[in-house]
């Protein structure tokens, strides 16, 4: 059995929680060292079962509930008359959902079908490119966006995905479909086994997201309900399930969809044995990216410094790989406590290619201009030699990458590439070989021309969220914002966030729980004794008080490096 499976490891905390012992002295890796151990973390989520502790990824039950939901999607697909596929979830979770969404949508437009694909992100449209916390409490705001996506449908599939099995949201929306089965079917993507659901009480409501898996557990038999709660294992930065909740979100995702969509189309059957080698070929995305480790921890390397300097990382980005910039960026500022400035991303057609459901927000503010065309106006003006810019496309955008790589070489050297190729394309060679020469380095990842090209762009998606995880954790790795293997400078803006912020001062301070949440209140709402008032508010109240408070603020201020801080702190 490996360390973290063992019932003695952490026992208090759900998987997803845990911390990884293969990550333990992240903090002082050199980003050599920080890509490796990436990569052993992420290797993780492909481990076989053992002894019957947790299910994992190619279990014989995941992979069957894999083919069932398959199934369901395929119906809908073949009797679209009122039909609607929902992908919803939280923060990372949601921009994933949407992702797959528009991805799957975009291949119905190509047969002339309409959209039967929907997503729903907690706080809306704005919650795809920047960081919406509270949202994820509020379990009515899940219900009634949720409604609002199937007006007028008869037929719900509902995939609602909470890598922690925590968020309030989701679990008042898979309520909502538990007490409405005559138009819904719930099905719950998450890390967790669920018998570690969170009982935590939600505000305003009789169930807990816990509760909530019982009721569903008492209909799998019957297929009534599905739950997909493989463990993935503990992230490489604790409770970061950005990271591997993410890349497994999006893997089974992919699966489901893509083989209920071959299905409807090619008539080719839904097969266990096709769904474990759509799952084995992500597993071979994994190897093929990392044997760009070399080239990745150079990347890290350069934005861990523009980051220390106080300079930004931007990435410019084509296509869906475009999209996984912009959400990698959207994720720093509340994993690292960043600024927005720091790490941005952008595409190239902005809004009209980002095709969502509330379209352009740019009068939202400049974190909100997502272009190439706002880059080269409002950011590239700003940059120098100590920025880092990361160019990611494929070989069909080359031409295109070429001017621009043009254009920004003119205001800093430090441009780097990231190109995703199939070796059939030396017809773009010699424009590659002027975006090599423009670039201070280049990472070459090839794709198997025997592969068929929707799975080859499925597994760019991932390739390149793997890449980007590693570049902006690795980057605030050697800045000095993670403790040990810790997110340490995070505002505690929900229920989740604050249960973490608690039990890491536990952890650091080895003072009883009740004592850290007493300290946790006092930091949080900025007094020396707690009144009764602030002592019987629920932490809804608390996280609200939070949201402009970073858990870190002051001491931060005279020591950046956060493991120093603590340990200054501490003695
Ligand atoms: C949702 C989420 C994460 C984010 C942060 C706060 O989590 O928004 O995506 O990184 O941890 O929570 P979950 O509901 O998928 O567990």
Redesign the pocket.
Known sequence: MREWESPDYEPRLPV?EKSNPLTRDIDRASACCIVRMLQACDAQMFQEETGATYQRLLSDRVVQTVMEVARRVEVVLKEPQGGLVVLS??????RLAFLTASGFNRELRTRDHSSLFSYIV?GGDRALLSSQ?AP?DDANLGILSLKKACEGKTRVLFIG???????PF?AGQLDFCLQHPEVYTPVLL?FNPPHQASDEPIPGCTFTFHSVVQRMQELVRREEAFLITPAVGPEAVS????MK??SATKILLDVILSAAHAATFTNTPITYKGVVQHMRAYEKTLEVTYAQSEGIAALVEAAGQSLCRGRRVCYLGWGSLAVLGLIDAS?CE??FGADYEDVRGFTRGGYSELNNNEGPLTSLGSQFCIAHQDFLRFVLPTLSDQDTVLLIYTQDDVSDVVTLARTVRGKTSNLHAVHHHTDEHAAAAAQQEDINKLCLSTVRVTWSTATSESLVHMQRELSTKLLLNAVSTGAHILKGKIYQNHMIDVQVT?S??YRRATRLLQKLSAHPEHRCEEALLKAIHRVDELTADISSSDVTTHAHAARDRSMAESHLEQEPIIREAVEAWLS
Do not use: D, H, Q
Request: charged share 15%; net charge negative.
């Open positions: 997803s979830g939280c923060g990372t979770s949601g907690a916390e994820e995905i909470s890598c922690g099995l925590s968020a989701v998450g409770g970061s399930s950005r909740g993410g994720e509340p994993t929900n989740k966030l």
